[in-house]
């Protein structure tokens, strides 16, 4: 039975687990929202929830604290500042978990975690531009090659022509010379 066991085990070792969870922690305070598995992010949520709470109180101790488990100084730095400032009214709750469906390689459930508070301000990335669009630069890189089409038509094929006969020339040449094949004798 499972009484007072706190915790999902997700296939590591105690220390793979540990560094797992710190990195997401990390990750998760820097970008405000990340994207990973429903299992890594519901164990997430039980590890940064009570770290933003210890954040609360911003003394020496706390800071040292949540920074053995935070491996980047300057996320630590925007907990205590910037994040804490803006969660610290709510009693709890701080994480939100979205469900987004199964990954197609594996069919693993996949998830959204995002800080509550910063959900309207993690920025979306802008959509592609459409390919029909001619740039400046595409025009320029072909012009140069119409012009070697046009030196390469140009050029007269009697240069080509001449050529061709003094090559065979000098064939006929090596040819009638009587080729002499020296071997060596041994001697008994």
Same mark, same amino acid.
């Given at each position: 039975?499972?009484?007072?066991?706190?915790?999902?085990?997700?296939?590591?070792?105690?220390?793979?687990?540990?560094?797992?969870?710190?990195?997401?922690?990390?990750?998760?305070?820097?970008?405000?929202?990340?994207?990973?598995?429903?299992?890594?992010?519901?164990?997430?949520?039980?590890?940064?929830?009570?770290?933003?709470?210890?954040?609360?109180?911003?003394?020496?101790?706390?800071?040292?604290?949540?920074?053995?488990?935070?491996?980047?100084?300057?996320?630590?730095?925007?907990?205590?500042?910037?994040?804490?400032?803006?969660?610290?009214?709510?009693?709890?709750?701080?994480?939100?978990?979205?469900?987004?469906?199964?990954?197609?390689?594996?069919?693993?459930?996949?998830?959204?975690?995002?800080?509550?508070?910063?959900?309207?301000?993690? !920025?979306?990335?802008? $959509? =592609?531009?459409? @390919?029909? /669009?001619? &740039? #400046? %630069?595409?025009? *320029? +890189?072909?012009?140069?090659?119409?012009?070697?089409?046009?030196? !390469?038509?140009?050029? $007269? =094929?009697?240069? @080509?022509? /001449?050529? &061709? #006969? %003094?090559?065979? *020339? +000098?064939?006929?040449?090596?040819?009638?010379?009587?080729?002499? !094949?020296?071997?060596?004798?041994?001697?008994?």
């Amino acid at each position: 039975m499972r009484h007072s066991v706190k915790g999902k085990k997700l296939g590591r070792t105690a220390s793979h687990r540990a560094a797992t969870l710190r990195l997401l922690a990390t990750a998760l305070f820097k970008h405000k929202k990340i994207k990973t598995t429903l299992a890594k992010a519901k164990a997430l949520r039980t590890y940064a929830e009570p770290m933003i709470t210890r954040a609360k109180t911003d003394s020496v101790h706390a800071r040292r604290i949540i920074a053995a488990d935070i491996i980047d100084r300057a996320v630590v730095k925007e907990l205590f500042s910037d994040i804490v400032t803006k969660i610290g009214d709510r009693p709890g709750g701080y994480t939100r978990v979205v469900r987004l469906g199964q990954r197609k390689g594996d069919g693993a459930e996949m998830a959204i975690i995002e800080l509550v508070d910063y959900s309207g301000i993690v !920025k979306t990335k802008a $959509p =592609k531009k459409a @390919k029909e /669009e001619v &740039k #400046p %630069a595409e025009e *320029k +890189a072909e012009a140069p090659k119409e012009e070697k089409k046009e030196k !390469k038509a140009a050029k $007269p =094929k009697a240069e @080509k022509a /001449e050529k &061709k #006969p %003094a090559k065979v *020339k +000098a064939k006929k040449e090596a040819d009638s010379e009587p080729k002499v !094949k020296k071997t060596k004798r041994l001697s008994k």
